[in-house]
Every structure is written in structure tokens, then in C-alpha cells.
């Protein structure tokens, strides 16, 4: 309870670089510590001519299409952000500089495991400032034809998901966990990003998927999984879902008191959750656990 009633930046840097998963750019990466209150910030190095930083906000989010992708005034855009923020949001970092000589964040091995396991090597540290959590306080529901997101109130941070698919590799999933770091940890940290192999030449003509490989994503062609090595769990393709939804929900810049829930929904509804959230200040209030430790004192 106390670390988690304070903010938290990074030890030193965490330093690594990879392909993005559609551009196929290999691209470099350092994430440093970043002052009180300055939230998640990406700074594409390799633009000099205008604003190269484009802060992690429901806002800046400008595309959703396989991935979500962030911009600032200047044009300048970062892609493929969701894997790092799932991990930022779950690690409990409040306060990063996330910087990148490139357009899209390295795909890694397509999960967010890579990203946990780098934040550990750099260290965490608290800061002298409480954090700041978003209570949900009223339902807040959005609705896409046959897909749907929806923040209710709860005590503390819970996920739950539900996918189906007409390939009998996938069929109908569904997960429901209370969320927090050891339980992303355990549950949904190594799931990785997933694709149907028909889709690929039409992603590649679209100028998407040119990094993608079975190095980095499950890829499914009809019924089968062309991975030789499986799945790494039965329900990998659904806990992924839940945590591409986890770093979606991180553009808040707080970490949420309260369920979400996700039925077929993508990057596209999840965004626009997070801006029906923004759009009505009555159904939620930012708050501190400062005062909760206060009074257990």
C-alpha cells in the first residue's frame, strides 16, 4: 500500500532497440526517469526540425488500426506504444521519458515479457509526490456494432475480456482477473500479439505487418497455429487482448480504480472508451491512497 500511494520513475535507463512489427524499422530505444507529475513522454530523436515529443495522452492517440499510434501538433507520430504502456501502467511507473530514433516501438517477441523484464534492470524509485488514480464513479460504456468496452465501479483495478473467432484455434475465449503487478506478471505478461495469415499480404500491400513474423506474433492460417513452438498458454490470443487494453487505458496517465470489460473490442473502442471517459468528469475523480494510508496510521 505505501509504494503504491506514491509516485514512481525509473532507477537509470532501460536500453534496447528492435523491429516494428509494421514498418519493419529496427529501431533504438532508451527509457529514462522523468520528474514528478511529468507522465509518459516519447521523444522521436530522429526528428530535429520541429516538436520531436509527443506525450502518452487519450488525446494524442490519432490511429487505432492493428495498433495504437500517438501524435503531437507537429505531425509527429510514435506507433505500436500499447505493449510498453501495459507494461509501464502494471510496473507502476507513473513518470518516463521514452526515447526513440524511429517511427514505431520494437515489436519484441510480440508480448510484453521483453518489456517487464527490461524495466527490472533499470530499477524503479519512488517519488516525493502522491500518485494519482482515476476512480470510476459511474458506468461508462461504448458501443461498435457488435463490440464493447465499459469502465464500472470497483474497489481496485480489474480486467475482463471476451473474444471469439470463427477459426476453431481461437473459437470463443474469455478471461476475468483483479489486476495488479503480480498478477500481470503471472497472468498476462508473456501473451503475445496474434494473425491470421491470409491477412498478411493485404496488411503488407497497406505498408503494415512488414516486421511481423512468427518471431513476434502467433500467426494462425484457417484452423491450424503455423508456430512450431504452440501457444504458451490455451488462452494466449484473449489474455493478449486484455493487455494491449491495459496499455490503451495508460494514455489516461493515472492508473484506474475500477473493472474495465472488453467484448470483441479492439484499439479503436478502447480509445474511444477512453475518451467517453474524459468527456464526462461526473463519472470519475482522481484521487490519492495518501490519505487511505493516513488514516490507517
Not at 494473425?195 to 512468427?214: C, D, I, N, P, T
Request: glycine content about 10%; some cysteine.
Amino acid at each position: 500500500m505505501a509504494a503504491a500511494a506514491f509516485q514512481h520513475t525509473l532507477q537509470g535507463p532501460a536500453i534496447f532497440a528492435g523491429v516494428g512489427v509494421h514498418t519493419g524499422a529496427y529501431t533504438r530505444v532508451s527509457v529514462r526517469p522523468a520528474p514528478v507529475d511529468a507522465g509518459i513522454v516519447f521523444v522521436r530523436t530522429d526528428v530535429t526540425d520541429r516538436d520531436n515529443r509527443v506525450p502518452a495522452t487519450g488525446e494524442a492517440v490519432c490511429k487505432t488500426q492493428l495498433g495504437t499510434v500517438i501524435g503531437n501538433e507537429a505531425g509527429v507520430t510514435v506507433s505500436t506504444i500499447e505493449h510498453l504502456m501495459s507494461a509501464l501502467a502494471m510496473l507502476g511507473v507513473d513518470n518516463a521519458v521514452v526515447e526513440l530514433d524511429g517511427p514505431e516501438m520494437p515489436i519484441m517477441d510480440g508480448s510484453a515479457l521483453p518489456f517487464v523484464q527490461i524495466l527490472d534492470q533499470a530499477g524503479r524509485r519512488a517519488q516525493d509526490a502522491p500518485r494519482r488514480y482515476i476512480e470510476i464513479l459511474e458506468p461508462i460504456e461504448v458501443i461498435d456494432g457488435d463490440k464493447r468496452a465499459t469502465l464500472t465501479p470497483a474497489d481496485q483495478f480489474e480486467v475482463a475480456f471476451e473474444i471469439a473467432f470463427a477459426s476453431t484455434a481461437i473459437g470463443r475465449q474469455r478471461i476475468d482477473l483483479r489486476m495488479d503487478e503480480q498478477a500481470f506478471r503471472r497472468e498476462l505478461a508473456d501473451c503475445r500479439t496474434f494473425g491470421f495469415l491470409h491477412e498478411v499480404e493485404a496488411l503488407r500491400a497497406m505498408g503494415l505487418a512488414r516486421g511481423g513474423s512468427m518471431e513476434n506474433a502467433v500467426v494462425i492460417e484457417g484452423d491450424r497455429i503455423l508456430n512450431p513452438e504452440g501457444l504458451r498458454r490455451p488462452d494466449e490470443f484473449v489474455r493478449h487482448k486484455a493487455l494491449d487494453a491495459i496499455g490503451d487505458l495508460y494514455v489516461l496517465g493515472a492508473p484506474i480504480l475500477g473493472r474495465f470489460e472488453g467484448i470483441l473490442a479492439g484499439h479503436g473502442v478502447n480509445n474511444a472508451l477512453v475518451r467517453a471517459l474524459l468527456a464526462q468528469p461526473h463519472a470519475w475523480r482522481v484521487r490519492t491512497l495518501v490519505e487511505r494510508l493516513a488514516e490507517a496510521v
